[in-house]
């Protein structure tokens, strides 16, 4: 696997690309103690706000976002900051396993790992068990609401207060929705980067992905039953008066399904869990942005969530692109949408 990659060029670009994204080690916090540790062999940075607390704190599980290919500790570090500094809260940032090395369900496993540990020793850290919330971004978003599911109906740990889930990726099923066709060539992710990483992360290659695209990897009678839940019908029309035009799909083709047909799986596509399992869930915050490919995804489990009795606080940056949050204060310079997103964040997690 790794010489296809190499042949493709696909690994230096991925190299390259972690390395522009790796970020600046930064000095001391005066107002947070930081500090790297283990938890069930993940590596994690716990973020605690040095002040005194008259009791114990609020807990935040934090996945960082970058496709499950890119990102790290030292990314998101300044968000990750700022989130402690400006809620009061104690943050642990969760180093996950990257694809293509790592496949699923690595991340999901490594995040789950952590959060469970976490869960059973928040004592140590001053966190309040009733106030424990798992937050990510993007492919981290994705990651937050898996973790979030399987704990759902677990007894044995403290239920989760919160999911904050920003910008989440959260189906592979269709990467025609109005979002993708709106958005196709916007940046930070273009609607084929967003099929790439999917696939990187599923099998630690991209191939097949143009009929990943083209929808052709999904045999017609699943199409069918999850229909009721991926689908442009279920996305409010104000959403879809630029630029959408019904697609036919395109003839299934089995041999494709059978490389990919984990995508049907919620721990990997938490869009497709069962209602059973999403009425569970606890209070949630979904971040959308307007010019983002996975912008449906956010609005069509933010439609799941209600139809299931579970509250949603819906942000919706109108102006705001993938990957937004992650820029702030990235290098020196920051979108003030970013910054408004990030504070909405911050006020939910104040009310909780």
């Known amino acids: ?59 935040i599980l934090f996945f960082h976002g970058g496709g499950w290919v890119f990102g790290s500790l030292d990314t998101y570090e300044k968000v990750c900051r700022y989130l402690s500094r400006e809620s009061d809260s104690v943050v642990v940032s969760v180093q996950y396993r990257l694809a293509p090395e790592h496949k699923y369900p690595a991340a999901y496993e490594d995040c789950l790992n952590a959060t469970q540990h976490f869960l059973q020793h928040l004592e140590r850290y001053g966190v309040d068990p009733a106030r424990v919330i798992v937050c990510g971004d993007s492919a981290g978003g994705n990651l937050a609401a898996a973790v979030s599911q399987t704990l759902a109906g677990r007894l044995d740990l403290p239920r989760l207060r919160a999911q904050i889930l920003i910008y989440p990726g959260l189906q592979a099923l269709d990467f025609n929705l109005p979002s993708y066709q709106q958005n196709r060539g916007v940046p930070l992710l273009f609607r084929e980067r967003a099929a790439f990483f999917a696939l990187l992360y599923l099998n630690g290659d991209a191939l097949h992905m143009q009929e990943v695209l083209e929808g052709s990897h999904i045999p017609p009678d699943l199409r069918l039953k999850y229909r009721k839940w991926v689908s442009p019908d279920n996305i409010p029309e104000e959403f879809k008066v630029r630029g959408v035009k019904p697609l036919r799909p395109t003839d299934f083709i089995a041999e494709v399904y059978e490389t990919v047909k984990r995508f049907c799986e919620p721990n990997l596509c938490p869009l497709l869990a069962e209602d059973s399992v999403v009425h569970q869930l606890p209070e949630s915050f979904i971040l959308t942005c307007g010019y983002d490919v996975l912008r449906d995804d956010g609005l069509l489990y933010k439609k799941r969530l209600e139809d299931n009795g579970v509250r949603v606080t819906w942000y919706h940056l109108e102006d705001g692109f993938h990957g937004i949050i992650s820029l702030y204060d990235y290098c020196g310079f920051s979108f003030p949408s970013g910054k408004r997103g990030l504070d909405s964040v911050v006020n939910f997690l104040k009310s909780l």
């Open 1 to 59: 696997q790794g010489r296809i990659l190499e042949k493709t060029g696909l690994c230096s670009q991925i190299t390259f690309g972690r390395y522009v994204r790796q970020g600046r080690k930064l000095g001391l916090d005066p107002k947070l103690f930081i500090q790297d540790l283990q938890f069930n062999e993940v590596p994690v940075r716990v973020y605690q706000p040095k002040a005194t607390s008259d009791g114990p704190r609020r807990g």
